[in-house]
């Protein structure tokens, strides 16, 4: 399906937009991705798109996010864009990160 096409029905829904920069199938980014397919299927069950993108096979599209490490999680749509770096091993972290959980702040003793 075309970004474009993602695009326009994402935002007439409630759809997470979703792109996971990594770069080939080292264990950190197959672990990346088996994280976020679990949170999603937990959290956004029928909900996201997610788009793989592997910046060894596609070096120039790391630029249109400003990607600097990998893997990274873009969170195209619901705006607005947020990205987390990492294996997204820490569900907690990504769940804020995506704003599906609000931060838990220290509270002062």
Do not use: W
């Amino acid at each position: 399906m075309e970004e474009t096409t993602l695009l326009e029905r994402s935002q007439d829904t409630d759809t997470f937009l979703l792109r996971l920069y990594v770069a080939g199938q080292t264990p950190k980014c197959i672990r990346a991705f088996a994280n976020l397919k679990r949170i999603c299927e937990e959290h956004l069950a029928g909900r996201y798109h997610i788009e793989m993108v592997d910046l060894l096979e596609n070096p120039q599209l790391a630029r249109g996010d400003q990607i600097l490490a990998v893997p990274t999680l873009v969170r195209r749509l619901p705006e607005p864009m947020k990205k987390i770096i990492g294996d997204l091993s820490n569900t907690e972290r990504v769940l804020v990160g995506l704003d599906l959980r609000p931060a838990l702040r220290r509270q002062a003793l």
